[in-house]
């Protein structure tokens, strides 16, 4: 996983605002703000829950953290770093909750902020279409050229936003060679990379999406790509898009949910560093590495001579 420099760090603040100072520590407010200009909330899908979840808007923000998950660990290293805000692509509550009682593990990712001063804001579907977005993200990690959003968003008249991104590669790849690169480049996982099709096969155009696309097969298809890489693919979708798919070398490659959402912490942070650059911010920025996929590890299923392979 990459190293982040602290790009967004300033030397010399003497503590005040005024004139003349080398630096201002903005307060919550003025970064929310930035945030939402990055990732709009009302372009957030209906049933998602984006925005800031804690947080006293007055208060000063001098370090922010990265991270896909707000989960306990991930809040622990907030603390440790001395983090005014963290900032995630998940949401702590997609469906709601009644309560926030320290013995339920959100209620106590709650708490925990909450006693450490440090807010909560999350970006998750209005990032993924954002342009730059999740998926562009991914794409820049693997070393992919984005020609145009897979699903466009209908409100973009420039037709740059959008969920998931076609691509090209430089130059040819087979499915393996395509799924090692994946498999180089993206955070180590238990899981690694998944590949349904011929893996000898000649790949040219790919189409990425971050986080769950199974649900976005029928824009693959459109686009005509050669293959599509995301993550948590089902069977029964993959078994029919395979078979309609029989006569055709369109692979697809199945990473963690995690690692390809991952890579948008990095987008995000040097965004941000960038505008507190231009507003001379005195503002740390940093990426989580702390790994939160859920799987922990995989065992390898053994080869065998039986063209069956099931047991009996």
Known sequence: ????????????????????????????????????????????????????????????????LFAVDPVQEVVD?????????????????????????????????????????????????????????????????????????????PGDPEGRRGLGRVCELEHPLTVRELAARAAERLPATAQGIRVAGDPEATVRTVAVSGGSGDSLFDHVRAAGVDAFLTADLRHHPVSEFTAERAHSPLAL?????????WPWCELGAAQLDEISDRNGWDLRVHVSKTVTDPWTAHAASAPTSDTMGAPN
């Open 1 to 64: 996983m990459p190293e982040r420099g602290l790009t967004g760090a300033r030397c010399g603040y003497n503590g005040t605002d005024q004139p003349g100072s080398l630096a201002y520590v903005p307060r919550l407010s003025e970064v929310i703000a930035a945030l939402e200009n990055l990732w709009p909330a009302e372009r957030a899908e209906s049933w998602d829950a984006v925005g800031t979840v804690v947080g006293e808007p007055d208060q000063e923000v001098s370090r922010i």
């Open 253 to 261: 490659l199945d990473a963690a949910h995690w690692a390809t959402e």
């Open 77 to 153: 290293e907030a603390v440790k770093l001395g983090a005014g805000l963290l900032v995630t692509h998940h949401p702590l509550y997609l469906r709601g909750t009644t309560t926030v009682a320290a013995s339920t593990f959100k209620g106590r990712v709650v708490h925990t902020l909450i006693k450490n001063d440090i807010a909560l804001h999350v970006a998750h579907t209005n990032a993924d279409t954002a342009d730059p977005g999740v998926s562009d993200a991914l794409a820049g990690a693997l070393g992919l050229r984005v020609v145009r959003p897979l699903v466009p968003d």
